[in-house]
């Protein structure tokens, strides 16, 4: 069955750092997704993605945060400077689109900002 | 804005049957959803439901829906130690975003 797989699944970086996290959606997937779930808390969505451009992003999805799909596989989250506040569990998700919305994740990168 | 809430725990014995139980405020939700997340893995979804519908039933699920009360609930027959894992209901209005819930983290006691 096809899947999302997301890189690496865990990373630790030091505050104020730069840190990509990678994702490589499902290869018919249209749309696309970060989500993020600090420990504890819940699952919340950062943005989503359709045809080259952010279709919506939530508060948190701030300045520092982009996301860029620069070729026709992979979908990345660039933190730009990172912040304690961003250590967290970061979930990519795709879909097709269709009415359901039914996501497909990844299983996720532990971001520890230290 | 809009929220999903969910109990953090449930432990049940195996073979008995578990419900998991989740609030939402979103009045305009078209679909709700359960997820079950495993250790180490994505998010996987489970079972969905339409807004306009009360009851769906699949397999070893039913999930009701009292959209009166925004209450949504998922009862697993004959929980087995596999059905351990994390449980997150889901909603969504029909626009780009999903909403969850912080999860239930269900134990099934052999």
């Known amino acids: 069955e096809p899947e999302v797989t997301q890189t690496p699944s865990h990373q630790v970086t030091q505050m104020g750092q730069e840190v990509i996290l990678r994702c490589v959606p499902i290869s018919n997937h249209l749309y696309f997704y970060w989500y993020r779930q600090i420990l504890g808390q819940k699952v919340e969505f950062l943005v989503s993605f359709y045809n080259n451009e952010i279709s919506e992003k939530s508060e948190i999805f701030d300045d520092q945060f982009s996301v860029e799909r620069p070729d026709g596989s992979n979908f990345t989250l660039k933190i730009r400077s990172t912040k304690l506040e961003d250590s967290a569990m970061y979930f990519c998700?795709?879909?097709?689109?269709?009415?359901?919305?039914?996501?497909?994740f990844g299983s996720g990168t532990q971001l520890s900002v230290l | 804005g809009e929220d999903v809430e969910q109990s953090l725990f449930l432990s049940v014995r195996e073979g008995d049957s578990s419900v998991i139980n989740c609030t939402y405020t979103?009045?305009?939700?078209?679909?709700l959803y359960w997820y079950k997340q495993e250790p180490g893995a994505g998010l996987q979804l489970l079972t969905y439901?339409?807004?306009?519908?009360d009851m769906k039933q699949d397999q070893r699920l039913t999930v009701l829906l009292n959209k009166k009360d925004k209450h949504l609930s998922m009862r697993i027959a004959d929980t087995q130690t596999g059905d351990s894992a994390i449980y997150f209901c889901?909603?969504?209005?029909?626009?780009?975003?999903?909403?969850f819930g912080a999860g239930t983290r269900l134990f099934v006691k052999a």
């Open positions: 439901i339409f807004s306009n519908m």
């Open positions: 889901a909603e969504t209005g029909g626009g780009f975003k999903t909403i």
């Open positions: 998700a795709s879909s097709t689109g269709q009415e359901n919305e039914k996501l497909f």
């Open positions: 979103d009045s305009s939700s078209t679909y």
